[in-house]
């Protein structure tokens, strides 16, 4: 134990962790186990009745899964994080643990497609309405709330539109209005951004994506950032007993908890929704995206400098149209991404192959190292279609809505050689000229 912080790349390593009590192991153990055996009566009633925190039933708490969970929240300067299945189970249970039917969210429109699906089909049908706005002006989101608005909702950088938002800005409306501000830091990682930093209340990943890096497991993350007051008169279910724990109160317990600070929105999304809704994620799953979590900035350092190389050569490209990369000075959201991004603006580009459809096709037909499927944040580098694949469920409208484009081509760079990537994007450009 010290007062020292550490910095970044230590504490990928070892935030949240000592060596297991019990062995002295020094990686992180695989607790592969669905329950604990309690050590008396008096035990068994504290950890049922959260009088005390301990471990039980996998579906709720494990080992494994709490270093990970500690992890994460150092990296991003949190109170706390709750490790789930999925980033989509980590997106639909940040929201449905502060919004009743009849609620209403305030998004952006530039979204991952499975999310905008969740917004606008899904959570209609439970009572939520969603109101997407452009981005681009912040007053937009302020002019969407109503009474019944319960959160402000963004990604770190939109989906596919690969735009970057005035945190700072929504923040402050968000916070005018006595809302939390969520942000799916999925493209941006605790590495490149903190949206803590910048006045945001929870943030949601699919650890799918970057935390893990290879590619092998399905998992996401939520964290709540302790700083947002869930007793200002807007979220009741904080202040008011709660029928499934006895009736004790979520913020009068949690608020201000000794040593850990303002947990109650964490501890209350574990208690209900993943207790409840059971989408939990495995020790073995949690494990490997502690392995992934080791390299992340180094991962990151070097996909960030890859891309950027990318962004550049397409630019300059007589076969392309158009770059969305927030690293090029052309990019109308470069001036953002140096505020918010300086680290570099994410690995993850759009462009547009001139002659449209069939040219993107071919191209996309013709890579041979980067890889055709539907995934972000590999450390291999991957190529896709979002009108076909990632936002193929979307109707024109709603793809036009969210900025997805026929000829656009989605790419994810990896950590490999850049002059082997910027070989197979000229092969396959070669490959489109027939
Ligand atoms: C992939 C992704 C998700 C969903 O995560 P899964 O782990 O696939 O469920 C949510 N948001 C963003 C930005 C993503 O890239």
New binding site residues.
């Given amino acids: 134990m010290t007062d020292r912080t550490y910095g970044f790349a230590t504490q990928q390593l070892h935030a949240g962790q000592s060596p297991d009590p019990a062995t002295g192991a020094r990686a992180v153990p695989i607790y592969q186990t669905t329950s604990f055996v309690f050590k008396d009566f008096a035990a068994a009633k504290a950890i049922s009745s959260v009088e005390e925190f301990g471990f039980d039933y996998s579906r709720i708490t494990n080992p494994t899964n709490e270093v990970l969970e500690n992890r994460i929240a150092a990296l991003e300067g949190g109170s706390g994080a709750l490790s789930v299945a999925?980033?989509?189970?980590a997106?639909a249970t940040a929201i449905l643990n502060i919004t009743h039917a009849g609620d209403e969210i305030v998004a952006a429109k530039t979204l991952?497609g499975?999310?905008f699906n969740l917004f606008v089909n899904t959570l209609p049908k439970h009572g939520l309405k969603t109101t997407l706005v452009d981005p681009t002006d912040p007053e937009n989101f302020a002019r969407a709330i109503t009474p019944k608005t319960k959160l402000i909702f963004v990604?770190t950088i939109g989906?596919p539109d690969i735009n970057v938002i005035d945190f700072e800005a929504v923040a402050r409306i968000a916070e005018a209005h006595g809302l939390p501000l969520i942000i799916?830091n999925?493209?941006g990682t605790p590495f490149l951004f903190r949206p803590f930093d910048h006045g945001a209340n929870v943030t949601v990943h699919?650890?799918?994506?970057f935390i893990g890096g290879h590619g092998t497991s399905?998992?996401?993350l939520i964290v709540d950032g302790g700083n947002f007051n869930w007793a200002n008169g807007n979220f009741p279910d904080f202040t008011t007993p709660d029928p499934a724990y006895g009736g004790f109160v979520h913020w009068e317990k949690w608020g201000n908890y000794p040593g850990a600070g303002n947990i109650a929105y964490i501890i209350k999304a574990r208690l209900h929704y993943l207790r409840d809704f059971g989408a939990a994620l495995s020790p073995f799953n949690a494990f490997l995206f502690l392995q992934g979590l080791e390299t992340l900035s180094f991962r990151l350092e070097r996909q960030v400098k890859n891309a950027q190389a990318i962004a550049e050569f397409l630019e300059a490209h007589p076969q392309v149209a158009w770059v969305n990369y927030p690293g090029l000075k052309s990019s109308p959201h470069h001036a953002l991404a140096q505020k918010y991004l300086p680290k570099g603006a994410g690995s993850i580009l759009t462009f547009g192959v001139k002659g449209g459809f069939e040219q993107a096709k071919r191209f996309i037909e013709a890579t041979k190292l980067f890889s055709f499927l539907a995934n972000?944040g590999d450390s291999k580098s991957l190529i896709v279609h979002p009108a076909t694949v990632t936002h193929g469920q979307l109707t024109e409208a709603e793809q036009r809505l969210a900025g997805v484009k026929p000829e656009q081509i989605r790419l994810s760079v990896g950590t490999e050689d850049l002059d082997d990537l910027i070989w197979d994007l000229e092969q396959s450009f070669a490959a489109v000229r027939g």
Avoid: C, Q
Avoid at 86 to 89: C, K, L, N, P, T
Avoid at 206 to 209: F, G, R
């Fill in positions: 999925s980033g989509s189970a997106t991952y499975g999310t990604e989906n799916d999925t493209f699919s650890a799918t994506k399905i998992g996401g972000v």
